[in-house]
């Protein structure tokens, strides 16, 4: 191929492709906006605008998406009205978040110190927005901000996963959601943790793949739950790197049976005991 030949091939399949998606720089900065509003690192100017800052965060999403969807096949004003009829209820959702994330955690000295400084709570904040957008069938931007929170945070929560309130993330690093994930309300999940899908197949993206937890589970640090009929009981624990594929039923504990041995000393020898089964 020639350079003519592959400047045009590029200028046809970029076009295709700007008319098909929002810019990254302009759904980050627009997540931004609308994450400072909510939760504002700074003091606001002591005169600012709330109806107007927000009227503005309204217009530049209506605005983005007029940039790649088409009017005259989705109804972009009701889609961007009813995620902000909406605003109201995430953002309640997410002070219980918060409030739970501090409760839960020694280390958290105040509830402002999670939203400020908790990567876990951001990935939570962008989950719940993208997730929105993504009920009211707004294509691609939800993925947009949520590999973007990915990227800064290192926690990776598909949007359409359905995820109840509160939700705790503790560390968070190297957490993986998948799409028809489904996790009830007060589940706390520690870094490395894994809900994903047996086997990948494009033929199964309409599947529930991956797994259900249900409420008041704590799953700790690497381990791996898989499978869309794969159940984690209310009230279970799953201790770290844990392995499950099969369903667990409510109020049990699950854990690892490679357990570290403890070095007993007496007067005359070493013993090496398990420490559980």
Do not use: C
Not at 146 to 162: V, Y
């Amino acid at each position: 191929m020639d350079t003519q030949a592959l400047v045009n091939l590029l200028r046809k399949t970029h076009q295709a492709e700007w008319e098909a998606t929002p810019t990254s720089q302009d759904a980050i900065s627009w997540l931004n906006d609308l994450v400072q509003f909510l939760f504002p690192g700074n003091h606001l100017p002591k005169y600012t605008s709330y109806e107007g800052v927000l009227k503005k965060n309204q217009i530049d999403l209506e605005n983005m998406l007029l940039t790649y969807l088409d009017p005259r096949e989705i109804n972009i004003e009701a889609i961007v009205a009813a995620f902000y009829d909406s605003l109201g209820t995430i953002y309640q959702h997410l002070r219980q978040d918060a409030a739970t994330i501090h409760a839960y955690d020694p280390a958290a000295t105040s509830v402002n110190e999670v939203i400020v400084s908790y990567p876990g709570f951001y990935a939570i904040t962008v989950y719940r927005i993208a997730n929105r957008l993504s009920q009211l069938q707004v294509p691609v931007l939800p993925r947009i901000i949520s590999e973007f929170a990915h990227g800064k945070t290192g926690i990776d929560i598909h949007p359409e996963a359905s995820i109840g309130v509160p939700f705790v993330i503790d560390h968070g690093t190297g957490i993986v959601i998948g799409a028809t994930s489904v996790i009830g309300a007060n589940v706390v999940i520690y870094q490395g943790v894994t809900l994903g899908a047996l086997q990948v197949a494009k033929e199964l993206s309409t599947s529930k793949r991956h797994p259900t937890v249900e409420d008041n589970v704590i799953i700790y640090a690497r381990s791996t739950i898989l499978g869309g009929e794969t159940v984690i009981g209310r009230n279970s624990i799953i201790g770290g790197s844990v392995f499950v594929t099969k369903s667990i039923q409510p109020y049990s504990q699950v854990f690892n049976t490679h357990q570290l041995r403890i070095l007993i000393k007496s007067e005359n020898r070493n013993e090496d005991l398990p420490t559980g089964t």
